[in-house]
Structure formats: C-alpha cells, structure tokens
C-alpha cells in the first residue's frame, strides 16, 4: 500500500476511523516517534476545517439548508457541531476538504471563499502536520441581513385561534 493510500481500521466496536501521519519523505514526524505514532481520526481534520471556516469575516453558517436544519434540532438539545457543512477524506500525510458555506450579503464571495481555504489549510497543517492538497468551497446560500429575524416571530405565532 502506498504513503499516500488512506488506511482505513475499525476496532470491533465500530471506533471512528483513524489515520495515521509520516511525513512526505517518509522519515520520523513529530507525529511519529520512537516511543509510538500519533493516529488522528477524520472528524478531528473536519472539526479543525469547520472552525477554521466559521472564523473567517463573512461567513454566515456552514453547511446546506437540510444540514443548518439538523444543526438547529441540534442546538435545542444542547449539543452542537463544528464539523457541519464539512467533509474531510484524509490520508497518511494528506488531507482534502470539501465545505459548504452561506456567505453574508455585500461580501465578495470570491474573497470570502480565498479566505475559508487559506484559514482551514493553515490551521489543519499547524494542528495536524497533514499537508492539504484541496480545499473546495461550494457557496449554498447568500444570507440577508433581517431575513431570518422576521421568521422565528410569524412561526411562533398561531395560525388560528
């Protein structure tokens, strides 16, 4: 199996997938040491890539309308998710990244997007030493400030009384 072929291992209580890193010529990484090797499994890299994207000036949420959907329910029960909107397929030395944003109305969007893949491949090769061969960003929405203000009042009100 070649370095940059994704290992995939399952335990057999189905444990997330975890990938280990060597450094792109093979020799000893701070993540490979003497003492053992350091896995980091893929939900790490895509929570790593979603705050990394949140972060940027501009964007609005992550994610399509069915995820930004699940992530509200998510909210109201107290749990929430920095890796929505993001998919990740990392290798032994790479990663790739694939997020969906809503950008705020009167930005560029192709600044915006610039920015969304300089930060995640910054903060992912800093906090994982993975090198990023690919950072897609797919705009699913433009957010207009007061839309979403007004909703939450009619759908609160009763239709009939």
Do not use: C
């Amino acid at each position: 199996m070649s370095q940059d072929t994704p290992q995939t291992s399952r335990s057999p209580q189905s444990a997330p997938v975890r990938r280990e890193v060597v450094s792109q010529s093979g020799a000893s990484s701070a993540l490979v040491t003497e003492q053992g090797r350091t896995s980091i499994a893929d939900g790490v890299v895509a929570k790593i890539a979603g705050i990394a994207a949140s972060e940027v000036s501009g964007i609005y949420a992550l994610g399509g309308g069915a995820a930004r959907a699940m992530g509200a329910v998510r909210e109201r029960i107290g749990g929430t998710s920095a890796s929505q909107g993001v998919a990740v397929e990392v290798g032994e030395r790479q990663a790739a990244v694939d997020v969906d944003v809503v950008v705020e109305y009167g930005n560029s969007i192709a600044d915006v997007a610039n920015g969304v893949r300089r930060n995640i491949i910054s903060s992912i090769t800093w906090m994982t030493g993975l090198e990023v061969t690919e950072v897609n960003v797919n705009v699913v929405d433009i957010h207009i400030p007061g839309e979403d203000e007004d909703r939450p009042q009619a759908e609160s009100q009763p239709r009939v009384q």
